[in-house]
């Protein structure tokens, strides 16, 4: 890879597949920043059969990068590669940026210290399930304010030296699906040395599942590829600067309480820690139901039994993980 970047400061690219009812907003988004901005726009267009490719051919300012579809991790890279900004900026194709997004984006960057850095989201949904991904991540936010470097980037608000984020060879293309090859590349950064810091100024409205079927498949995805990701960085599936502790223990004692029942079919003194777990399971999840319950009191009331469902989605897309990495279908 071409690892000189290029005369301009930034380069913010936008991989998509099949966006044509949310790319005009964002592209609508990204052109309204505020000025004295120095970037370019790329679409990396993932195989789209849509109008995707008919809508950003309509704005002149932004380049269109079309390639079969082989998933955002390569999308991303084939337009880190093709960049002639010395930072390079990803958003999604759901996201719309506010006005100061990537002069946020970049402030941090004066520090040269600096290789990466998030940034935050929010969403103008109106509908429980996209008002409990809202609490969610900032649950997750709170956690990553108390650090003053973090060690995760999601790609939905992620800026990286172009020189690090390639002589690292961008993301890996083994994560097929959007669900573990930014917190992969991120941690790799943070493992060479780097620092990666969190602004939650640099904020783009999101749009998130509005129904629970579809909240749970993306749990669900997630932790399958989660597997890959520890198996790379086994140190991480211990602690992260994102994931809350809780939600570990809870999926812990959700799995334990199902092989206590099983195993109580054998022995009734296993129905007992079968209970027990049952008990720390809910007790694990009070200190989000009161955080949630302070910031939206009806997503507060629905987090028990949202969080029971995410929870079974998450240990059940960790035991598909598992076993596809026991089969070899994953081989690094």
Same mark, same amino acid.
């Given at each position: ?11 913010v690219i936008i991989p998509v597949r099949n966006g044509e009812s ?55 890279? @084939? ?85 690090? &984020? ?11 699906? =959007? ?18 810091? &969190?602004?939650?100024?640099?904020? @783009? ?7 629970? =079927? ?11 590829w989660r597997v890959l990701l520890y198996k790379r960085h086994s140190?991480?599936? @211990? ?33 007992? &820690?079968?209970y027990a777990a049952w008990v720390l399971l809910f007790f694990c ?30 240990? =059940? ?16």
């Open positions: 890879m071409e690892k000189k970047p290029g005369k301009m400061k930034a380069s949310t790319i005009q907003g964002c592209l609508k988004a990204l052109l309204s920043q505020n000025p004295g901005q120095d970037f370019e726009i790329m679409v990396v267009d993932d195989g789209s059969t849509d109008r995707t490719a008919e809508i950003v051919k309509k704005f002149r300012k932004v380049k269109l990068i079309r390639q079969k579809p082989l998933g955002p991790a390569a999308a991303r890279n @084939v337009g880190a590669e093709k960049a002639k900004g010395g930072i390079i900026v990803f958003t999604d194709a759901d996201c719309e940026p506010e006005k100061n997004w990537l002069e946020e984006m970049l402030a941090p960057f004066s520090d040269p210290k600096v290789a990466g850095v998030q940034g935050a989201y929010k969403t103008k949904q109106r509908e429980l399930m996209a008002r409990f991904s809202q609490v969610e991540i900032e649950e997750r936010y709170k956690k990553m304010l108390s650090s003053e470097t973090i060690d995760w980037i999601g790609s939905y608000s992620a800026a990286y030296r172009r020189a690090v &984020f390639l002589g690292l060879n961008g993301f890996d293309k083994a994560f097929k699906k =959007a669900s573990g090859e930014d917190p992969d590349l991120s941690y790799s950064i943070q493992e060479k040395g780097h620092k990666i810091v &969190f602004n939650r100024k640099a904020i @783009v409205f999101h749009r998130h599942p509005v129904s629970l =079927a579809s909240y749970l498949g993306k749990k669900f995805q997630h932790a399958f140190s991480k599936a @211990v602690s992260d600067s994102y994931t809350p502790q809780l939600l570990k223990a809870q999926i812990g004692f959700l799995g334990l309480f199902f092989l206590f029942s099983i195993l109580s079919l054998w022995s009734e003194t296993m129905l007992f &820690f079968a999840m009070f200190p989000f139901v009161f955080f949630a319950l302070e910031r939206d009191f009806l997503v507060g009331l629905a987090s028990i039994g949202i969080l029971l469902l995410r929870d079974i989605a998450f240990l =059940a897309g960790l035991l598909k993980g598992g076993i596809a990495l026991i089969f070899g279908v994953w081989r690094d």
